[in-house]
């Protein structure tokens, strides 16, 4: 049996945003392997095993999804709608991690089946905390559903 690795998506366009999350990754002690889409369409690709990802293996989706909302070619919300759409990541938890203010950004992203809502702190200290308990509860404590659903 291969042994289960728990890679995080993180769908981010801005590479500041970016690198901010790696290194609040890194400094909470996440050494899961990280995937970055820059874009929703690269996003779903990844996750549908299209385009350049269509060689990737059946069974290796990520554990977690980051999803930002403002991104180019296809937005974090259409990306959300067609991954609730599909069987094969009907399941998968996402989390959005956006700057967006807007309460209609929340309330569509609960509606489309977000499993949680963080809009980024400001502050560097503070944004380090909120990766590290995200990392906590959705790559520790949660329960995720079988690979194989």
């Known amino acids: 049996m291969p042994i289960e690795t728990k890679t995080i998506l993180l769908v981010e366009d801005n590479p ?6 790696l290194r609040a990754l ?17 996003a779903l690709d990844y996750l549908f ?7 990737r293996q059946d069974g290796e989706q990520p554990t977690l999804v980051l ?4 991104l180019p ?7 959300l709608r067609r991954m609730r759409d599909r069987e094969c990541t ?11 203010l807007e309460e209609s950004d929340v309330i569509s992203s609960y509606g489309l089946g977000a499993n949680s809502y963080i809009r980024k702190p400001v502050d560097f200290h503070q944004f380090i905390e909120a990766v590290h308990q995200l990392g906590l509860y959705w790559l520790l404590l949660n329960e995720a559903p079988p690979a194989d659903r």
Do not use: C, F, M
């Not at 999803?67 to 403002?70: A, E, I, N, V």
């Not at 009907?90 to 967006?100: D, E, F, H």
């Open 90 to 100: 009907s399941l998968l938890p996402v989390v959005v991690l956006t700057s967006s």
């Open 16 to 21: 500041d945003d970016i690198d901010l999350t």
């Open 73 to 79: 070619k296809i937005g974090g919300l259409e990306v």
């Open 49 to 55: 095993r299209e385009g350049v990802h269509e060689q």
């Open 26 to 42: 890194a400094r909470s002690n996440i050494a899961n392997a990280v995937v970055v889409a820059h874009d929703g369409r690269e």
């Open 67 to 70: 999803l930002d909302l403002k």
